[in-house]
């Protein structure tokens, strides 16, 4: 260490010296190369398409017998365009005031949504403070002093007094010029992972709004599937009732009303489970839009969802761009090779410059004189010469925790390929699952009424009515969640597909009150 110090005058020239001094190291540092791994964006995939070539691009539409009766389900063919882009608000597309303000209430009121903002302000805070440590750092201090010097000594102030005071002002300066790169690298670090974390919230928004619309077609999937139950309940009581007038005219035995009841019991059996699956539904509703369960929800039905007839199918080249999983795990590993620069510079010599310029008088008033400044400008050099192999296992450790990362970001975007692909098989499935449905729906409500006008007359049997009625419960039970599933796989497109953050704008931004300008949606723009 060398040190240097002065109680002489130009306490003034010394600090602007050393300030400047500062400076320049600073400028030299922030401009000299780093150690460590530079990282580089992976490339994106080479892929032009999701599954196998020949795919159709336009999926089946209910056609045939039951297309009159599909009038207004969600049957109609979608197309699929690739390379369109997709639309922020791309809940939008299926027509639905009710659903579009609920999405909005959501975004306005979420928590998580809440939550995830503010540790997006915490990483970026976190960044600054990180930033600080390519600065010089100067404190200052006053200390007053009240002393009494033994007689066995000589009198050590000027005065030769015995007691005296001593008024003692400055600065204390010091700086670690970044010789090595080693505090850029920590900062590139930070950088990263407030970028990660903007992710994350964008991956929040994501989850939030399409879990939203996914509930929203659940709740109307049940209410459906509750009203066909009704119906055919009350269609069975008063079958019920009609047989056993029947078997008091003698027409029909004990059995075949014993049979009328039993298939009632079943078909009312199910009932209370699917009213308990619909108000824990409206109870998910209201969690996710930030309201207790109590409180009122729109009501939703399959009837007022449009399924959308065109939709944007990303390339895979653009898919990186778009995902906000896969963007997170990009820059969880661009901080893991920040790290492992982190961990080399440690190991490396270092500089400390310090200086500490000041006054020392026995009066304030005298702090003004000349004469009284005094300062002290020291150097360091230090070199880590054993330490058990502390830096450099965690040098070791920074280099596996960045191949982890590399391995997290392939098998993130393995994943996120496999997801887009799975949707569009199930757009282009569930389609082709639909039209089959739709069609046994229609022929097995022409069997029920056939059945029905035969069954008056007694030219059929007890057992064929309740065949018949049961085959059209399931026929129709299975047709709304045909319908269902082709809302919920668009869905699962525009979320496999990063739902279009990219498109939001300023005007988007929810009207809550807690949102701040700089905390709005503006956080989710590229």
Not at 372 to 399: C, I, K, N, S
Not at 439 to 446: F, K, P, Q, R
Request: proline share 6%; with cysteine; glycine share 6%.
């Amino acid at each position: 260490m060398v040190r240097a110090a002065s109680r002489g005058t130009g306490t003034g020239r010394i600090v602007k010296r050393i300030l400047l001094t500062s400076c320049i190291l600073t400028g030299l540092g922030l401009g000299g190369c780093a150690v460590g791994p530079d990282f580089k964006k992976p490339a994106a995939p080479a892929a032009s398409r999701y599954g196998q070539a020949g795919q159709p691009d336009r999926t089946q539409a209910v056609t045939g017998k039951a297309e009159q009766a599909a009038a207004g389900l969600q049957g109609g063919a979608q197309a699929l365009h690739p390379g369109q882009d997709i639309p922020a608000q791309w809940w939008t597309l299926f027509h639905s005031p009710a659903l579009d303000q609920l999405v909005r209430k959501a975004i306005d009121n979420n928590p998580s949504l809440e939550a995830a903002r503010d540790a997006l302000a915490a990483a970026q805070e976190n960044r600054l403070a990180q930033q600080s440590a390519l600065y010089p750092s100067i404190s200052g201090s006053f200390n007053p002093t009240r002393n009494k010097t033994s007689r066995t000594y000589s009198p050590v102030p000027n005065s030769n007094q015995w007691l005296y005071t001593v008024h003692t002002a400055q600065l204390n300066i010091s700086y670690v010029p970044d010789l090595w790169g080693g505090v850029r690298r920590g900062v590139e670090a930070a950088k990263a992972l407030r970028d990660a974390q903007r992710d994350q919230l964008r991956a929040v928004y994501l989850t939030l709004t399409s879990s939203v619309v996914q509930a929203a077609i659940d709740y109307a999937t049940l209410k459906t599937q509750l009203e066909t139950t009704q119906s055919l309940v009350a269609l069975q009581r008063n079958l019920l009732e009609s047989a056993r007038k029947q078997e008091k005219a003698g027409e029909f035995s004990q059995n075949d009303v014993a049979l009328q009841r039993t298939a009632l019991a079943q078909n009312e059996a199910t009932l209370a489970p699917l009213q308990k699956q619909l108000e824990q539904q409206k109870h998910l509703i209201a969690s996710l839009v930030g309201d207790s369960p109590d409180a009122p929800q729109p009501e939703f039905s399959l009837n007022d969802l449009t399924l959308p007839a065109d939709l944007p199918v990303s390339l895979p080249a653009r898919l990186v761009e778009q995902r906000p999983d896969i963007r997170t795990a990009q820059a969880n590993w661009h901080a893991a090779c920040a790290q492992v620069g982190v961990a080399v510079a440690n190991r490396l010599p270092n500089i400390q410059l310090g200086a500490t310029p000041g006054f020392a008088a026995a009066s304030i008033a005298q702090m003004a004189a000349p004469g009284y400044g005094q300062w002290e400008v020291m150097a360091m050099v230090t070199q880590p010469l054993f330490d058990g192999g502390l830096l450099r296992h965690q040098e070791h450790a920074a280099r596996a925790a960045y191949d982890q990362a590399a391995a997290d970001y392939r098998t993130t975007l393995i994943t996120a390929l496999q997801d887009v692909a799975d949707s569009l098989t199930a757009i282009r499935t569930d389609a082709t699952a639909l039209a089959d449905n739709a069609e046994a729906a229609t022929a097995a409500g022409d069997s029920l009424r056939i059945a029905l006008a035969q069954y008056r007359y007694g030219a059929i049997s007890q057992v064929v009515m309740l065949t018949t009625q049961q085959a059209h419960l399931q026929t129709e039970l299975a047709l709304a969640q045909a319908r269902a599933d082709r809302l919920s796989d668009t869905v699962a497109l525009f979320q496999s597909l990063g739902g279009g953050w990219w498109n939001s704008t300023e005007s988007d931004a929810p009207h809550h009150p807690s949102w701040h300008p700089d905390k709005g949606l503006s956080v989710l723009l590229p």
